[in-house]
Structure formats: C-alpha cells, structure tokens
C-alpha cells in the first residue's frame, strides 16, 4: 500500500493496517490512477524524451510506449544539427503542396498520426540525422503499491482529493463527494494560474432585472 493510498484510508476512517470495507484496494487505486491521469493531462506534468534515427526516404515511424501513452509533442529537434522542427498536420501539407510525400530533403517539420506514429517532412534525403523528440506522456495505471507515482508533489493532495470524490459518490454521500471534487479543481486551477469566482449573470425580463450566480470552473 502506498502513501497516496493510506492518505485515502485514513481520511475515511479506515486502518491503514487492517481495513475493514476496503480489503480490495483495487477501487481506491483504480481512482488515484485516474487522478494522475487527468493531471497529466491538464498539467503536462510527466515527460519522456525519444531518439529517433532517421533513414533515407521513410516518411513515418512508429513510438513504442511501454509505461503509457502520448499525450503531445512538446518539441522536435535534429539533435545532430541542433535545429528545432515545425509542427504541421495533413490538412496544412497538402495545402501547401499536395506532392509533398514525393520531395525529399532534410526535414523541417513533424506531424502525428493518431497517437503512435509521427512523420517527418520532407522525407529524409539521408540516414544521418537523428530527432529528439520531448513528449508530454500519460502514464498508464500503476498496478502495484512499488510502482512510481508519476504526480508531482504539489498535486498529491488533488489525487486524494479525486479518490475521496469518487469513493463518496460510489456510497451516495454527494455533498462529501461535491466538497472533495471541488477541492481536487481549486487545487488545479491554483496551479493552472486559474482563481476560483462567481460570475454575475444579469438578465432582463418583464422590465424586470433578475441576477443568476453560475459557478464558474476553475
């Protein structure tokens, strides 16, 4: 059991030793790895760096993740060079110059097929370049309690916080899983530079002026 996972218990009122409902920590660690999961996201918070050499006339080249999945490229460079490549996507590329698989040089931009395979225009004229690629990765579930939790320290009280939502709402208790998920989203937004606020809303009816407070996600 980790630490994450013996934070959840004790604020439920469980033992950390010996638990009498969760006997099974599979639920609590299912919501801690969904937790991370969603930070990363929000956050970009856990990278890996892949070296790809490239080889003459191959356009496409396919990433293999063992601990996760691609979130986004955060940058591309010809590491041999020390020059940064462009982002471009299919629609951009054809536009430009619809016979773009057919040229061949030293490549100058990068764009993703789906999740896996990332491509490098134009099509390398030689073998002798090689790319460093800086991705944004989701880790995928932790499985056992000695498995790195790939979350930063500042947002472990967020992944408590999720877990406590979703174990009180799995019991019916929604106000304890509202006040838990709200606290898991103040904890983002502070950290996404966002501040939590009620926006005033003012509408006009029958001469009337009637104000509406709508909550406003951080």
């Given at each position: 059991m980790n630490a994450l996972e013996k934070q959840v218990l004790r604020l439920i009122g469980e033992s950390v030793t010996s638990p009498d409902v969760f006997t099974d920590i599979q639920p609590i660690r299912d919501s801690i790895s969904d937790a991370i999961q969603?930070?990363?996201?929000?956050?970009?918070?856990?990278h890996d760096r892949?070296?790809?050499?490239?080889?003459?006339?191959?356009?496409?080249?396919?990433?293999?993740?063992?601990?996760?999945?691609?979130?986004?490229?955060?940058?591309?460079?010809?590491?041999?060079?020390?020059?940064?490549l462009e982002q471009t996507d299919f629609i951009m590329l054809n536009h430009h110059d619809p016979r773009w698989m057919q040229r061949s040089s030293r490549p100058v931009e990068y764009f993703m097929i789906g999740t896996e395979v990332v491509g490098f225009t134009p099509k390398p004229a030689s073998s002798s370049d090689v790319v460093e690629l800086d991705c944004v990765v989701i880790p995928a579930p932790y499985t056992t309690d000695k498995a790195r939790l790939k979350v930063r320290d500042a947002y472990r009280y967020a992944t408590v916080n999720y877990a406590l939502s979703e174990y009180y709402a799995s019991r019916?208790?929604?106000?304890?899983?509202?006040?838990?998920?709200e606290l898991y989203g103040n904890v983002l937004g502070e950290r996404l530079g966002y501040v939590p606020a009620r926006e005033r809303v003012v509408t006009a009816t029958s001469g009337k002026v009637q104000t509406h407070q709508t909550e406003v996600s951080p």
């Open positions: 969603e930070i990363v996201m929000l956050t970009g918070g856990y892949f070296t790809i050499p490239l080889v003459k006339d191959k356009t496409f080249y396919r990433l293999s993740l063992h601990n996760g999945d691609l979130g986004w490229i955060e940058s591309a460079w010809l590491s041999n060079i020390q020059v940064p019916g208790d929604a106000p304890k899983a509202e006040q838990h998920l």
